[in-house]
């Protein structure tokens, strides 16, 4: 009895202080990532992307905000890549200058 009591304890997870937050923009979807209840960061269109393209479909959004988030909780930057884009099959559209 004494180790389920203690297994209960220690295989809960913890409360995590970051949550995500989708958000609909005019043509998709963005994302905020909320740190100790308060907005940490504002994300409207897809990072890395020349200009102000928005996510295609909220999963999209989600997963690219879930990268993020992966990245605060391992104290990196949480900078995201064209790279890591492609990687995870975000859809964008590639600018092209005259």
């Known amino acids: 009895m004494l180790f389920s009591g203690i297994c209960l304890i220690t295989c809960q997870k913890k409360s995590n202080p970051i949550d995500i937050k989708i958000t609909q923009?005019?043509?998709?979807?963005?994302?905020?990532?909320?740190?100790?209840?308060?907005?940490?960061?504002?994300?409207?269109?897809?990072?890395?992307?020349a200009g102000e393209q928005v996510f295609k479909d909220s999963l999209q959004a989600m997963k690219t905000a879930s990268l993020v988030v992966q990245k605060i909780e391992n104290s990196s930057i949480p900078r995201i890549s064209v790279d890591e884009l492609d990687s995870m099959k975000i859809e964008y559209e590639i600018q092209k200058f005259h």
């Not at 740190?35 to 409207?44: A, E, G, L, V, Y």
Request: no cysteine; hydrophobic share 30%; net charge positive.
């Open 25 to 49: 923009q005019k043509a998709g979807y963005g994302y905020q990532i909320i740190k100790n209840k308060k907005t940490f960061i504002d994300q409207p269109y897809i990072p890395a992307i």
